[in-house]
């Protein structure tokens, strides 16, 4: 039900889209976050052809190489639990990066989590916007909340279009037939 339930994200994102285009102008998305925080948005960008950049890991070099063009970068991080060590750790390397370019880290970062996680309450002590996702829904299965649908929506992915299609073909999946393509 999710093609259903996650329908007010596509207003909020275009209100979060729109808020950053005439506040902190962005043409480049960096989404900071582990597997199931990242799977679905690197689909979903690539498959509508959007650019979004993918940092999953924790290598220096690859974290390091990701710190480029930060006047014109929009920064999600994604934590289902808000505890993640990784995604923490790449939050706290973009705000230094941040702060250093003389940029807010609040006007550039925003947070997506879990209500009440760990992440949730710092985030919002700290300034930062943040976007709840839907706590019911397990990682695997959060393509369709704010997990996946914040980071690709703000990468130029329509995902109003997304959960159309998501409608459109739900009843048929739901179905055990020959005819459920899944």
């Known amino acids: 039900g999710l093609h259903r339930t996650s329908r007010p994200l596509v207003g909020e994102v275009a209100a979060l889209k729109a808020d950053l285009d005439e506040h902190a102008p962005y043409d480049r998305v960096v989404l900071c976050g582990m597997g199931g925080s990242s799977l679905a948005p690197e689909v979903i960008c690539a498959t509508a052809g959007v650019p979004i950049v993918i940092l999953d890991s924790s290598d220096p070099d690859v974290v390091r190489g990701a710190l480029t063009d930060l006047e014109r970068t929009v920064v999600v991080v994604s934590s289902?639990?808000?505890?993640?060590?990784?995604?923490?750790?790449?939050?706290?390397v973009f705000e230094g990066a941040f702060t250093a370019a003389g940029i807010d880290p609040t006007s550039r970062i925003i947070i997506v989590t879990d209500p009440g996680s760990p992440?949730?309450?710092?985030?919002?002590?700290?300034?930062?916007?943040?976007?709840?996702?839907?706590?019911?829904?397990?990682?695997?299965?959060?393509?369709?909340?704010?997990f996946g649908l914040v980071p690709s929506g703000l990468a130029g992915a329509d995902i109003e279009q997304l959960l159309d299609d998501a409608e459109a073909i739900a009843d048929t999946l739901a179905a055990d037939s020959e005819s459920n393509p899944a």
């Not at 808000?82 to 706290?92: H, L, M, P």
């Open 80 to 92: 289902k639990s808000g505890s993640t060590v990784e995604t923490d750790s790449q939050k706290r």
């Open 119 to 146: 992440l949730d309450a710092s985030a919002r002590a700290a300034g930062y916007r943040v976007v709840n996702a839907d706590p019911m829904v397990g990682g695997r299965f959060s393509a369709l909340t704010a």
